[in-house]
């Protein structure tokens, strides 16, 4: 059954490193979305990526967060300088189609900034 | 952002019997709600979703009601199974690009 992969499955960085989280969609899959999981809060939603740019992005969402389709696999998402509140489970997630396609999403990667 | 609520944080149900998980939401403008059953370490994993023209979807053990006029879902799970222990979270979509707004999840567990 195919499936979102995402990689790393934790990653630690230092305050004010730049870090890159990646995902593998699934293949068919037209729409990708990032969300994040902060301990013990809600899953939040972050941007959504339709035809190689940001369809919607969230308040958290600001200039320190950049997405990117580099190649036909890959969706990434980049935080340039990174911050304590930073700290969280990110997670990728890709759907078919809009308005009643589920979301499928990965198994996400643990952000620690230490 | 309080515009999805689940306010029962836990529930504990005997194999066997019915799990009901309920979910409230304010947003008048949500036509898509969704179930997502999460293990620890693991990501959301997709169970049921029901369109707002619908107030009843079944597969199989699960059920979803959508009662329109309270703003308010119910996820049935009948009969429970110890492996159907996880947390629960309820999603809705509007009309913007898919975005998923999330409860806060319910944690049920199922003793044999």
């Known amino acids: 059954e195919p499936e979102v992969t995402q990689t790393p499955s934790h990653q630690v960085t230092q305050m004010g490193q730049e870090v890159i989280l990646r995902c593998v969609p699934i293949?068919?899959?037209?729409?990708f979305y990032w969300y994040r999981q902060i301990l013990g809060q809600k899953v939040e939603f972050l941007v959504s990526f339709y035809n190689n740019e940001i369809s919607e992005k969230s308040e958290i969402f600001d200039d320190q967060f950049s997405v990117e389709r580099p190649d036909g696999s890959n969706f990434t998402l980049k935080i340039r300088s990174t911050k304590l509140e930073d700290s969280a489970m990110y997670f990728c997630?890709?759907?078919?189609?809009?308005?009643?396609?589920?979301?499928?999403f990965g198994p996400g990667t643990r952000l620690t900034v230490l | 952002d309080q515009q999805v609520k689940q306010n029962s944080p836990s529930l504990s149900v005997q194999e066997g019997r019915i799990s009901i998980l309920n979910c409230d939401y304010t947003?008048?403008?949500?036509?898509?709600f969704l179930w997502y059953k999460k293990y620890p370490a693991e990501g959301p994993t997709f169970l049921i979703s029901?369109?707002?023209?619908?107030d009843k979807n079944e597969d199989g053990r699960f059920t979803v009601f959508l009662n329109k006029s309270a703003k308010h879902l119910s996820l049935h799970i009948v009969p429970s199974q110890p492996g159907d222990s996880a947390v629960y979270f309820c999603a809705a979509s509007g009309t913007s690009y898919g975005k998923l707004t999330f409860g806060q999840g319910t944690i049920l567990t199922v003793h044999p």
């Open positions: 997630a890709s759907s078919e189609a809009l308005g009643g396609g589920e979301q499928f």
């Open positions: 947003n008048s403008m949500f036509d898509y």
């Open positions: 293949s068919n899959h037209l729409y």
């Open positions: 029901i369109s707002s023209i619908k």
